[in-house]
């Protein structure tokens, strides 16, 4: 069985916000990229699968939706123990244009199982993961926060009110995850970082696709006024307080 | 000029940075307390790749060139001395003296097992009347019947007595002929193993740095080891030392840069949380220019110990850059640590703020491998003087 884990690049998520061109776009200097979080869980799982022999994986794959600059994530993911790579190579516009593209990538190779993870930590979509599997014409399950092997059947745990539900499905299928999938995001050790240099990194080309979305602008949240502290016997102070500045009461 | 770091390295530096995050920085503060050495740390430290980096494959290593060795001590260092310590000398001065002057049957014996992390090898130079004049080695070998007899003892031996310890190379008079007409002293470098009769390490205490890590006494006592143990030739031993030591200048280097960014950090991140007369404390500009001059430091010692690996790492002569490398970030590194104390105030006595163990484990930084102002001695003769 061959997995494909599809791994975002975002921004580190100590990141400083800034915007260009009018508020129209994020601006990027100076910007430390990373794994998305949920991605980089996907393939920590994926990789424990893959390593347990009574599993039937033997090939991980990650696959992006960016330029050259996406390439030192991809290289990560390879040291952490991914296979192979692939980079289609244009810039991820939105949730539709890259599940596009990771759809039209995937749909020509025999990967049963599709990882993504929920959101990314830049946009906060939560939509690509859908959106890939209506392209790809598979099932999905969402939120999925734990997945084992039982014989042909894989299964997956979801998180929902008050419990734990298990679902039960045969692959081919999308598996969007959550949290909790994987405990903690893995560090690729030295030897992992040398043996990356030589796994194979594809370039695809850009199918083409429309844009359906176009960003008219970016808003950044009003910075929070100081905060004033009242003693706790001023009563008086804090409901006219209350009343005239903050015109609550 | 490229001053820009390898895909390979920026990877290197981010891995060896979480990993100290997440493994060391939970821990550090109760090791130094207690002044406990972590076997689990070394073997973690083993198990990412941090041991035996320089070195081939074939022997168990990663095949790393110099300067991502050097980013490694640097991010460990950042978050905690005393595992830096750990890692720099077991790399420089326990793996690196067998791989540049073992016999092949030597290199394929002890190093595999020394790049795990499960295994520890030290260097034995100091000793209690041979510190900056290394040249005064009392400790003494002599041939016998097809084995080395050592005798004498060394102090301050890094990794020389924990229970992962598996041995030391000895630097040993082996021809005191100081009456012949040149004077000259021989010196050979012999291996030695725990567990030889009459070896003892002793773990030494009451350290005020690095107190997490294992610092030994050795004594020799008639040590009976066999004729193939040395290392390299006899007579060789000047050479085995000086070739350590302008290595190990780096390490200690890394130890200073690290130790100089991490308490940069805590004193960057106080400053901006801080308030006294209603404002943030870095928002004045005493303390502005403070972490400006600071900031300003650490780029330079960056720089030029980069630049000193830059030159092994292109096969060039670096012994001058390696020990400006070691005197500028050791002494930078109590420059800045001493102020980082100070921004922090009362808090930055108190052992609840790491920045008080940083300011206790740099002044190592000015002593160990080389003190100061063996370091002038260094530089000034390599400049002519």
Redesign the interface.
């Known amino acids: 069985m061959k997995i494909l884990v599809c791994v975002g690049n975002v921004p580190d998520t100590t990141t400083k916000v800034r915007f260009a061109e009018k508020n129209t776009k994020f601006d990027t200097n100076g910007v430390q990229w990373v794994i998305n979080p949920w991605d980089e869980l996907a393939l920590t799982r994926a990789l424990e699968l893959k390593e347990d022999s009574s599993n039937p994986v033997v090939h991980v794959t990650v696959a992006t939706v960016g330029r050259a600059g996406a390439?030192?994530t991809m290289?990560?993911a390879l040291?952490i123990g991914a296979d192979d790579a692939i980079r289609i190579d244009t810039d991820p516009e939105d949730s539709s244009f890259v599940a596009y593209q990771l759809a039209e990538v995937i749909k020509n190779e025999d990967y049963q199982l599709v990882l993504c993870g929920i959101e990314s930590s830049d946009y906060n979509g939560a939509a690509v993961g859908g959106m890939l599997s209506e392209y790809l014409d598979l099932p999905s399950v969402s939120a999925v926060t734990g997945m084992t092997f039982e014989g042909a059947d894989i299964i997956l745990s979801r998180e929902i009110d008050g419990g734990i539900e298990e679902v039960s499905l045969p692959a081919p299928f999308v598996a969007v995850v959550q949290k909790g999938i994987a405990k903690?995001p893995r560090?690729?050790?030295?030897?992992g970082?040398?043996m990356?240099?030589k796994k194979p990194l594809k370039v695809v080309e850009v199918a083409e696709a429309e844009t359906l979305t176009n960003m008219t602008e970016f808003e950044m949240p009003k910075p929070k006024p100081p905060c004033k502290m009242i003693e706790a016997e001023n009563v008086a102070e804090l409901v006219d307080l209350l009343q005239n500045e903050a015109k609550v009461l | 000029m490229n001053f820009n770091l390898s895909?390979?390295q920026?990877?290197?530096r981010?891995?060896v940075r979480?990993?100290a995050e997440?493994e060391i920085t939970p821990v550090a503060r109760e090791l130094d307390e207690k002044a406990i050495f972590s076997n689990d740390l070394t073997k973690k430290m083993g198990?990412?790749?941090?041991f035996g980096?320089n070195i081939p494959d074939k022997y168990g290593g990663?095949?790393?060139d110099t300067l991502s060795y050097i980013i490694a001590v640097e991010e460990i260092a950042r978050i905690d001395a005393s595992q830096a310590a750990t890692l720099a000398a077991h790399n420089s001065l326990g793996i690196s003296p067998i791989y540049e002057f073992g016999t092949e049957s030597q290199k394929m014996k002890y190093l595999p097992g020394l790049c795990t992390g499960d295994a520890l090898w030290s260097f034995g130079l100091t000793e209690p009347g041979a510190g900056s004049d290394s040249r005064g080695t009392k400790t003494t070998a002599r041939l016998d019947g097809g084995e080395w007899i050592i005798n004498g003892s060394k102090t301050f031996i890094t990794n020389g007595s924990a229970s992962i310890s598996k041995g030391c190379t000895v630097q040993t008079l082996t021809d005191n002929d100081t009456d012949n007409d040149n004077g000259k002293k021989s010196f050979t470098t012999i291996l030695l193993e725990s567990g030889t009769k009459g070896f003892k390490q002793v773990c030494m205490h009451g350290k005020m740095m690095w107190r997490a890590s294992d610092t030994s006494e050795l004594f020799f006592d008639d040590c009976r080891v066999p004729e193939e143990n040395i290392l390299g030739q006899v007579g060789q031993g000047s050479k085995i030392m000086l070739s350590t030591l302008d290595s190990g200048r780096l390490s200690i280097a890394a130890m200073g840069l690290g130790c100089a960014r991490g308490a940069f950090e805590l004193a960057m991140n106080y400053a901006q949380e801080r308030k006294q007369f209603g404002r943030v404390i870095s928002k004045f500009q005493i303390n502005a220019f403070k972490l400006a001059d600071m900031a300003m430091k650490i780029e330079l010692a960056t720089n030029l110990l980069y630049k000193a690996c830059w030159l092994k790492d292109n096969e060039q002569a670096y012994a001058k850059e390696a020990a400006m490398s070691k005197l500028y970030c050791s002494e930078i590194a109590k420059e800045v640590v001493d102020e980082a104390v100070q921004l922090h105030g009362g808090y930055g006595l108190m052992k609840d703020y790491n920045v008080e163990r940083f300011y206790r484990d740099q002044r190592i930084l000015q002593i160990g491998e080389g003190t100061s102002e063996i370091q002038r001695l260094v530089i000034s003769r390599l400049i002519g003087c």
């Open positions: 390439e030192p290289r990560k040291a903690e560090i690729p050790a030295m030897r970082i040398m990356a240099r | 895909e390979e920026n990877l290197i981010e891995s979480d990993f997440r198990d990412l790749g941090l980096m990663q095949g790393l």
